[in-house]
């Protein structure tokens, strides 16, 4: 039998930082892992890049670093990323900021789409993010009518993906209405099936047309977006897959819900039967105890997304209350200001630390966990580095400016690495990035980017 090995000089392995770890790999899983107690019988180890071991038969390849499960982007929307570092004149509010993301919404086509997409999907990968959650609103053409192919939106997505060599999670979002009854408008037109019976038949035909290429999950762009009476139609309509959710991103949606309904969009949710363990809440920025309760016991996973949250002037989202109350953390890069799970891991504690004045509120473990929170996306077999399980590999060099000298443990991965440390990437045991990758991830993007904006 011919299996790929790696020998992992560290990886993080059953909750902790293990050395020298000799991985097998076969149709994409692990088929072994071994922690390796004692010295290896081979001279000049530190510097072979290619050993074999008598048991395997094929190629064994060494990669120095520390080497971490693949990383989870639970929440994206591939196209903002065409307004990073075009949106920071002028100041102004995340409703500023929305108008701004109408405009590029408004130019994308399914080419265009796909072509953007795979580039954003390409610098996830080469920060050693495995598996992306796409919440997905653009559907329909300008205006709203429907492409020939009412999924060619979807599709497009789902090809980027696959040419990137990410796994995709496609959130397909309802989205009914401007703002708690008033009707599309704009840019919105495009995200509008019409009826919320309209949109469950358009996902059933979607899942049925993508197969077994993504996972494709439901969202509820939010309770501004989509009715009270629509919201169980929608919960239905995930059926048995992930369903997302923007929860209390800002002060106005949780004004707006109380003077429309008496509630607050959490008890709104929770009244339509919306939270639960295969839900996640994104951001859940401003809550009361008792939405933080509503949460918790409902075992709700909650997405912060601290880079975006605190680029768009949102506010902190109470993480670790949230835990304690039983919520799960899961982590995204959102409208991608940056692309760095290593950033938003540390922005999490960091972000506690300003709101509170004291330091250590999140351990480094309990952040890697939450970085790998691939079953928020319908993935339960991937984030770990175990037999079975789906063979990811992010390796991490500890010998650079950035985290040489800090311990080459769980504490460089969170408190010291970025994106730009990641060199080797395996995702379903395909190797799908490398740190010289980085140039042509840049040239994609650019140009995809200015043809765009052009």
């Known amino acids: 039998m011919t299996r790929t090995a790696y020998l992992l000089e560290r990886a993080w392995v059953d909750g902790a930082v293990a050395d020298e770890v000799l991985v097998e790999v076969e149709d994409g899983r692990f088929a072994a892992v071994d922690v390796l107690r ?151 037109l495009r995200y509008s099936d ?46 048995d897959g992930p369903l997302h959710v923007h929860l209390s991103e800002q002060v106005r949606e949780n004004d707006d819900c109380l003077a429309a309904y008496g509630v607050t969009p959490t008890a709104l949710l929770d009244e339509a039967g919306a939270l639960g363990p295969r839900t996640t809440a994104v951001h859940a920025t401003h809550l009361t105890a008792d939405d933080i309760g509503r949460l918790g016991r409902s075992r709700t996973s909650v997405c912060l997304c601290p880079t975006t949250e605190r680029d768009l002037g949102d506010g902190v989202g109470p993480s670790r209350a949230l835990h304690d109350a039983g919520a799960r953390l899961a982590l995204g890069s959102d409208s991608h200001a940056v692309v760095d799970l290593f950033e ?33 996306l319908g993935y339960a077999d991937a984030g770990r580095i175990a037999v079975g399980a789906r063979a990811d590999l992010v390796t991490v060099a500890t010998d650079t400016p950035t985290t040489a000298g800090t311990g080459a443990d769980e504490q460089t991965a969170v408190f010291a690495a970025t994106a730009a440390d990641v060199t080797h990437v395996v995702a379903d045991g395909r190797v799908v990035a490398r740190a010289g990758d980085r140039a042509d991830i840049g040239r994609e993007l650019a140009h995809e980017i200015e043809r765009l904006w052009a």
């Open 38 to 188: 004692e010295n290896l019988m081979f001279s000049g180890i530190a510097t072979a890049e290619n050993i074999r071991f008598p048991r395997i038969t094929g190629e064994t390849v060494r990669l120095p670093g520390l080497t971490l499960p693949g990383l989870a982007n639970a929440h994206s929307h591939a196209f903002h990323r065409a307004l990073r570092g075009r949106t920071q004149r002028g100041g102004g509010t995340f409703w500023t900021w929305r108008e701004q993301m109408y405009a590029v919404a408004g130019r994308l086509d399914p080419d265009s789409y796909r072509r953007l997409a795979r580039a954003v999907y390409r610098e996830m990968a080469a920060a050693g993010i495995t598996t992306v959650g796409e919440f997905h609103y653009l559907h329909h053409q300008p205006g709203g009518t429907p492409y020939d192919d009412p999924h060619a939106m979807g599709l497009a997505l789902v090809e980027a993906a696959a040419e990137a060599g990410v796994r995709l999670a496609l959130l397909d979002a309802c989205y009914l209405s401007a703002g708690f009854g008033a009707p599309v408008e704009g840019a919105q």
């Open 344 to 376: 938003e891991m540390r922005a999490v504690e960091l972000d506690e630390r300003l709101a509170t004045q004291r330091r250590g509120h999140w351990s480094a473990a309990e952040l890697l966990e939450a970085a790998t929170r691939h079953d928020s």
């Open 194 to 239: 019409g009826s919320a019976d309209a949109w469950a038949a358009r996902i059933a035909e979607l899942r049925d047309t993508v197969g077994a290429r993504a996972v494709v999950g439901a969202a509820i762009h939010s309770v501004r977006a989509v009715p009270r009476e629509d919201l169980t139609t929608v919960v239905a309509g995930a059926g």
